[in-house]
């Protein structure tokens, strides 16, 4: 019997893919594609936090420990 793996898949890639298309299309769309960026730059930020967060929580450290400045 085959063993079958998954691959993870990269960190916010639907908002990345959907960005890349959004700029590869044509007509361009300026406006599509800047909301994207906004949704692509929102999901990372929310990323980074919860890493940040599980790693503060491995550490013992708890909320409220940081003030993030972007």
């Known amino acids: 019997m085959e063993k079958t793996t998954t691959t993870p898949q990269p ?3 639907q908002e990345s893919l959907a960005l890349l298309n959004c700029i590869a299309s044509a007509p361009y769309d300026r406006d ?3 909301a994207l960026v ?3 730059r929102e999901c990372i ?3 980074r936090e919860m890493h940040i ?3 503060a929580y491995s550490l013992g450290v708890h909320p409220p420990f940081y003030n ?3």
């Open 32 to 34: 599509r594609c800047l």
């Open 45 to 47: 930020v929310h990323k």
């Open 38 to 40: 906004d949704a692509l």
């Open 11 to 13: 960190v916010c890639a």
């Open 68 to 70: 993030f400045q972007y």
């Open 53 to 55: 967060r599980r790693d």
